[in-house]
């Protein structure tokens, strides 16, 4: 399943740059893929993180170890699973 970490960001770049080794790191450690940071097509968010992982609760590991910023003012998490049509 792929992860989308939509989210805000009230800092520098340096400081999300700073945030995504962590994640690296975090992704490293755990079963989670870091597919990597994208803008947005949608005016509300300033970012979109992308992750592919087997599970929630894998995701849920990883996310544990890097703490939400302040710099992060909102941020929604979206899972989308693969539908099979036929």
Known sequence: MRILLY???SATRKELKEWEDKIKVACDETKVTY??????????WNYVGMFETDSFDEFQ??????????YMTHHITEILMQINLG
């Open 7 to 9: 989210f805000d960001w």
């Open 35 to 44: 597919m990597g940071l994208h803008g947005s097509m949608n005016e509300k």
């Open 61 to 70: 590991v990883m996310a544990r170890k890097v703490p939400r910023p302040k």
